[in-house]
């Protein structure tokens, strides 16, 4: 089974309006932790925001805010007021505490029409 | 600046001949790891290293070999390389001491042809 899911290939969305984009895990851990990450068209992959399994409230940096909805186990990422800049793909990534490995979901490729 | 570096950032080569990509970090991380990119996958973890003379294998590590002899380097090495090993590869790197330590910071990426 997969360990981080993303069902939207693609997204569109209009410049200063907010975007929800969706990430899925599976895990039976109860201890890890959750990352975004953007991939500008230049390709670095620069990290945007941690949520972990335990933190009670979710986590904001910015215009990035994560929903977190443990039960449901998702970690959706929410950009508010966007920005030409935000074009990119994002990957959501997860580490779980009993292990070492890293797992990354396919990715959600976002475009922002002016 | 505390980055992650890579060498080289493009390499273009020809099956069965052994090449070496370097990894380099200059903040003291313990946890490295090395990651291929292929269109509709995303990222695959191959090698990974909590730390010196400590590695072991991620999803995708046949066809490919670790060392870390320093805490600073972490190269990936490809012995004898196949078309299928056409890749953009990501070095990346954390303090992994749990939450958000463990935050992975990534080198520039290197683009791998094999011919």
């Known amino acids: 089974a997969q360990k981080i899911t993303q069902t939207q290939p693609g997204m569109f969305v209009q410049e200063k309006e907010a975007v929800t984009l969706d990430c899925t895990y599976d895990?039976?851990?109860?201890?890890?932790?959750l990352f975004w990450y953007k991939q500008p068209s230049s390709g670095e992959m620069i990290f945007l925001i941690y949520?972990?399994?335990?933190?009670?409230q979710n986590a904001t940096e910015g215009r990035y805010s994560l929903n977190f909805q443990k039960a449901r186990k998702s970690a959706n990422l929410v950009i508010s007021a966007s920005q030409l800049g935000d074009s990119a793909m994002y990957f959501c990534?997860?580490?779980?505490?009993?292990?070492?490995?890293?797992?990354f979901g396919t990715g959600t490729s976002l475009t922002v029409i002016p | 600046e505390a980055q992650v570096t890579q060498n080289p950032r493009y390499l273009i080569t020809v099956t069965g001949k052994k090449l070496t990509v370097t990894c380099s970090q200059n903040?003291?991380?313990?946890?490295m790891s090395w990651y291929r990119q292929d269109p509709g996958l995303g990222l695959r973890q191959i090698y990974y290293?909590?730390?010196?003379?400590?590695?072991d294998k991620g999803d995708v590590p046949e066809g490919y070999k670790v060392s870390r002899k320093e805490k600073r380097n972490f190269p990936l090495i490809l012995e004898s390389p196949s078309p299928n090993q056409t890749s953009l590869y990501f070095c990346?790197?954390?303090?992994?001491?749990?939450?958000?330590?463990?935050?992975?910071?990534f080198g520039p990426g290197t683009r791998l042809t094999v011919l």
């Open positions: 990346a790197s954390s303090f992994s001491q749990g939450g958000s330590t463990d935050t992975q910071y």
């Open positions: 949520q972990g399994s335990y933190d009670e």
């Open positions: 290293s909590m730390n010196v003379e400590v590695t």
């Open positions: 903040m003291n991380h313990e946890y």
């Open positions: 895990t039976s851990d109860q201890s890890y932790g």
């Open positions: 990534a997860m580490r779980e505490n009993s292990g070492n490995q890293f797992y």
